[in-house]
């Protein structure tokens, strides 16, 4: 079923798929050394962590830029020298 075919529904029809779901799917509870586990790997960094990270993605961005446009650059020359040697004369 595509995204279309779920909004042009009817609304009963969507109430009648929801309420046959929520008969059908039963809630799970996660066991409890999951949910530690997650809590302890899930924390808020300090500032100065964000502030490192931001400064990183800022570097990279840099380098990225730096090496695409120098990638650009030998490319226009390469088409440059092929332009005015690599041709042969039609004539």
């Known amino acids: 079923m ?3 075919e779920i909004t042009d529904l009817p609304e009963d ?11 059908t799917l039963k809630p799970v509870a996660p066991r409890k ?8 790997r899930i924390h808020l960094p300090q500032q100065g962590e964000i502030e490192l990270r931001l ?3 800022r570097t990279l ?25 690599g041709r042969k004369d039609m004539g």
């Open 2 to 4: 595509t995204h279309n």
């Open 13 to 23: 029809r969507l109430n009648t798929i929801e309420a046959h779901l929520a008969g």
């Open 33 to 40: 050394d999951f949910v530690q586990r997650l809590r302890g």
């Open 55 to 57: 400064h990183d993605w």
């Open 61 to 85: 961005v840099i380098v990225f830029g730096g090496v695409l446009s120098g990638a650009l650059v030998i490319l226009t020359v390469a088409r440059a020298f092929y332009h005015f040697f």
